[in-house]
């Protein structure tokens, strides 16, 4: 005990405080502006170009879980991987009767396996991931060697990917000699905050190897003035080996109409502003 001794320790003064509220207030202010611009960045990358041989079809549901792509480039597919199942596959069921296609279906969160009259499943009860692992009793694995392990190899693929945020580093890490055989692929991203910082490497990197035809903005939470890309969303890639760009147009159009919201009971998102 320092008897007799004042303490160097005064109480915490109202200028202090007041420091303290401003340095947490200027954080967080920029902590915003660089999330705004970082969503502009995400926006700006989106935006899809004109595809003069591609002729659109809504394949799914006629809500969520529906998704459209271009029906004629399909036609080479030789097998057909849809991820994130949830007890529905309406996608895939459409792409394996109509182009005699097997779709191996992965989702290791809900192992409902749904039925199709007329088309070939095969459902895997496993999830795609950015490495092999185990983690809660469930096994995550990579597109390559779950590729591999159907013997689907040099194949041209068609691919649906929902499978809320797994997706980022799934693709971020899958190599472009296996994007490469991949005719089309149908990616729902969900966009997490601290995901974002991600999401350029990763549209940049797909950008090598497909073009983007389509995109659909998500209408569980649509984009705003504040927000000027949206939380979730989904994107059409198109390989650039079959998909030839429409110099006469510098867009398609947006919304396509065969785009439809997610949730029926919603308005639509608006993007008008591609």
């Known amino acids: 005990m320092n008897w007799g001794r004042k303490s160097n320790k005064g109480p915490i003064t109202l200028l202090k405080i007041l420091v303290i509220v401003f340095s947490i207030a200027l954080l ?16 700006f990358d989106l935006k899809p170009v004109a595809l003069k041989n591609c002729i659109m079809k809504r394949f799914g549901s006629a809500n969520d ?9 399909l036609n080479n597919v030789q097998s057909a991987y849809s991820y994130g199942i949830g007890g529905n596959d309406d996608w895939g069921c ?27 499943f095969i459902f895997h009860t ?8 185990k983690k809660d009793n469930k096994i995550f694995d990579t ?4 590729i591999l392990k159907n013997n689907d190899q040099g194949k041209r693929l068609v691919v649906k990917m929902d499978v809320d945020g797994d997706e980022w580093f799934s693709l971020l890490f ?4 296996v994007l490469s055989n991949i005719d089309q692929i149908v990616v729902e991203f969900h966009n ?8 350029n490497p990763i549209i940049k990197k797909l950008k090598k190897t497909f073009y983007i035809a389509n995109v659909h903005f998500n209408n569980c939470c649509c984009p705003n003035k504040f927000l000027p890309s949206p939380i979730v969303f989904e994107v059409l890639f198109v390989n650039k080996k079959i998909g030839i760009i429409n110099e006469a147009e510098s867009k398609p159009i947006l919304p396509n109409p065969l785009d439809a919201p997610n949730l029926p009971e919603k308005i639509d998102c608006l993007e008008q502003a591609f």
């Open 174 to 177: 899958t190599p472009e000699t």
């Open 126 to 133: 496993e999830c795609i991931g950015a490495k092999s692992k």
């Open 192 to 199: 997490w905050d601290f995901l974002l910082v991600f999401f």
């Open 28 to 43: 967080s202010v920029a902590l915003i502006f660089l999330n705004y611009h970082i969503r502009q960045k995400v926006f």
């Open 143 to 146: 597109l390559s060697n779950q």
């Open 94 to 120: 459409d792409v394996a009767k109509q182009y005699n296609l097997t779709v191996h279906q992965y989702d290791c969160f809900d192992t409902n396996q749904p039925v199709c009259t007329g088309g070939k």
């Open 65 to 73: 879980g529906g998704y459209v792509m271009c029906e004629n480039l």
